[in-house]
């Protein structure tokens, strides 16, 4: 009979498998885009990248196949992804520094409290549903921009708005978990 702990620390895994390709698809989006500016495949590559995203929290859940390497490398893929498509999008819509820069400082706050929390308790905590709400609705804003090649400046500047309100969101609410979270493990002791 396996334990939880067998289970948490099984390496590969379809989930991770699938984070691992996701990290792989990186600098090809980068150079269709970049390089070759061939936006469509940019944007199925881009689609790939985040179908794959779904369906490995799906089956991570569904199969029991929840890992600790998967709760650190699911969360790296997606943000090494996220990253290296606004920097891409950037040479085009300069208004993309706003949620490339606001990423960069929710991830710093996230990995410095998260680091904390894995030495203080030993847990690694997953996504929440606002977390995957930002993800979904960033990838949605840079799929649009990538395939709707003459997006209007003010439909870009209305997508850019709302993901930087849900990524503004997502901080306060893993800002206030994840400080409350600390709180606690120092009153415990």
């Known amino acids: 009979m396996k334990t939880e702990s067998d289970k948490q620390s099984k390496i590969l895994t379809i989930p991770n498998l699938l984070s691992f390709f996701r990290l792989c698809l990186i600098p090809v989006f980068m150079w269709l885009y970049c390089v070759e500016k061939n936006y469509l495949w940019t944007g199925i590559i881009l689609l790939i990248s985040g179908l794959t995203d779904t369906v490995d929290g799906i089956v991570a859940r569904k199969f029991n196949m929840i890992s600790g390497l998967g709760k650190v490398l699911d969360p790296i893929a997606d943000k090494l992804t996220q990253a290296a498509m606004l920097f891409c999008l950037l040479t ?4 993309m520094i ?4 606001l990423m960069v400082v929710k991830e710093f706050f996230m990995g410095v409290t998260g680091l904390l929390m894995i030495q203080k ?3 690694v905590f997953g996504a929440d549903w606002h977390g995957k709400v930002n993800t ?7 799929i649009l921009h990538v395939f709707w090649y003459n997006i209007p ?16 969101i997502s901080l306060a609410l893993y800002g206030r978990h994840n400080l409350k979270a600390l709180r606690e493990t120092e009153t415990e002791k």
């Open 136 to 142: 979904w609705l960033l990838y949605a804003m840079m």
């Open 121 to 123: 308790t030993g847990k």
């Open 98 to 101: 706003i949620p490339l820069a």
């Open 153 to 168: 400046d003010t439909v870009s500047k209305a997508l850019i708005a709302i993901c930087v309100v849900m990524m503004l």
């Open 92 to 95: 085009r819509f300069p208004l």
